[in-house]
């Protein structure tokens, strides 16, 4: 991600949504960037504002925070382990770290700028990470040591991943610095060789169209599905694992979307750069608004 694409982001996340404090100590976000849904809450990351909120997906109301502003890092993306603890990446500072148990912030590794996404192999337990630059590199990262093992390297531009029941990961294209050349598609990668190759995909409500553009994040809902997202023209798509066939789910009224993430009842929910709102949508496409607040 690029330094003036990054500073453009910060602008308007600052004009759209100012920082608020509530009466409980919790920050409203600036924005909502990664999204993970935990123990009937879902957890959202703040770039710019430098947080990490539980939320309530019902009503909104913030219920638990973690603050980094005192270690001036920007969390992006966060996946939870089985004890609780969180590990989290800052594309920005180029830091991998977690939240333990008893709710301290660590650093587990430093990198380059640029680490952005992070999943678990639900199989294997293993935690990868990913760059969000061209010719970067997919590690493995122990969430206790920090040490890092490099996967795979010499990738596009990767963003929000997630593994399949084919034990593959589907990995998004996106770029910041190609959003008008519509750089995108998907790619799947054989973590235990490193391998990977473009995943096809056809559109059959809209044959003109031939790839995803622009696409952020993927979940699976390890059920022959796959949940694509494209920002800029935000929108969700229902894949079909084995056909590939790809349809609309859901469209955004929101100018860019970040981030997705599934709950226990397959709603699927949808981060925005600027916004301190989150959207879901039920399992017909339905679409409901939430705002973060105290």
């Given at each position: 991600?690029?330094?003036?694409?990054?500073?453009?982001?910060?602008?308007?996340?600052?004009?759209?949504?100012?920082?608020?404090?509530?009466?409980?100590?919790?920050?409203?976000?600036?924005?909502?960037?990664?999204?993970?849904?935990?123990?009937?809450?879902?957890?959202?990351?703040?770039?710019?504002?430098?947080?990490?909120?539980?939320?309530?997906?019902?009503?909104?109301?913030?219920?638990?925070?973690?603050?980094?502003?005192?270690?001036?890092?920007?969390?992006?993306?966060?996946?939870?382990?089985?004890?609780?603890?969180?590990?989290?990446?800052?594309?920005?500072?180029?830091?991998?770290?977690?939240?333990?148990?008893?709710?301290?912030?660590?650093?587990?590794?430093?990198?380059?700028?640029?680490?952005?996404?992070?999943t678990q192999n639900t199989v294997t337990n293993e935690i990868f990470i990913g760059q969000q630059d061209f010719g970067g590199a997919l590690k493995k990262i122990n969430p206790n040591s920090g040490l890092l093992t490099t996967v795979a390297t010499e990738l596009p531009s990767l963003n929000g991943f997630a593994f399949a029941e084919d034990n593959l990961l589907y990995a998004p294209l996106f770029n910041m610095d190609r959003l008008l050349d519509g750089y995108g598609g998907i790619i799947k990668i054989n973590t235990l060789t490193g391998l990977f190759e473009d995943w096809e995909v056809s559109f059959p409500e809209d044959p003109n169209k031939t790839k995803f553009k622009n696409t952020t994040a993927i979940k699976s809902d390890l059920n022959g599905s796959i949940y694509v997202l494209e920002s800029t023209t935000p929108a969700v798509y229902k894949v079909n694992l084995d056909s590939g066939e790809a349809y609309k789910f859901g469209t955004l009224p929101s100018i860019a979307a970040d981030n997705i993430a599934l709950d226990k009842n397959d709603n699927v929910y949808v981060t925005t750069f600027i916004q301190n709102i989150v959207f879901v949508f039920d399992k017909d496409g339905n679409r409901r608004k939430i705002t973060i607040q105290n």
């Open positions: 991600m690029s330094k003036p694409i990054i500073f453009l982001i910060c602008f308007l996340s600052i004009l759209s949504c100012q920082e608020e404090t509530t009466s409980n100590n919790f920050r409203v976000p600036i924005a909502t960037n990664g999204i993970t849904y935990h123990d009937d809450l879902i957890w959202v990351t703040d770039l710019i504002g430098q947080s990490i909120t539980a939320v309530d997906p019902q009503t909104g109301i913030m219920v638990k925070q973690y603050d980094f502003r005192s270690f001036n890092i920007g969390p992006d993306d966060l996946v939870f382990l089985e004890d609780g603890s969180i590990i989290w990446t800052a594309p920005i500072a180029g830091k991998v770290g977690k939240i333990t148990t008893e709710g301290k912030i660590v650093v587990l590794a430093e990198e380059e700028s640029s680490i952005n996404p992070i």
